[in-house]
């Protein structure tokens, strides 16, 4: 399966077969990774991918899986594994 191509930004419609939108807030939102698509920086398949359209990010409570982060010039996409 294909890695999320981040090296000339990242565009969620170039993926949206596989992968499904769980939640929108604001300028992030929260998608299921349904082809097993794998992470731009770790090489491994990830389950969930937020999208954040921001230069920053703060969590309420830290995601419990394995994160790996990454920025493209727009965006912050945060895999979790
Ligand atoms: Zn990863």
């Keep these: 399966m294909p890695t999320l191509a981040v090296e000339d930004g990242f565009s969620v419609h170039d993926y949206r077969?596989?992968?499904?939108?769980l939640e929108q807030d604001g300028s992030t939102m929260t998608l299921e990774n349904r082809e097993g698509y794998t992470c731009p920086v770790s090489g491994?398949?990830?389950?969930?991918?937020?999208?954040?359209?921001?230069?920053?990010?703060?969590?309420?409570?830290?995601?419990?899986?394995?994160?790996?982060?990454?920025?493209t010039p727009e965006k912050i996409l945060v895999l979790a594994h």
């Design 17 to 21: 077969a596989g992968l499904k939108l």
């Design 44 to 71: 491994d398949v990830f389950d969930r991918l937020l999208v954040a359209e921001d230069q920053a990010l703060s969590f309420s409570s830290p995601p419990p899986e394995p994160i790996c982060v990454r920025s």
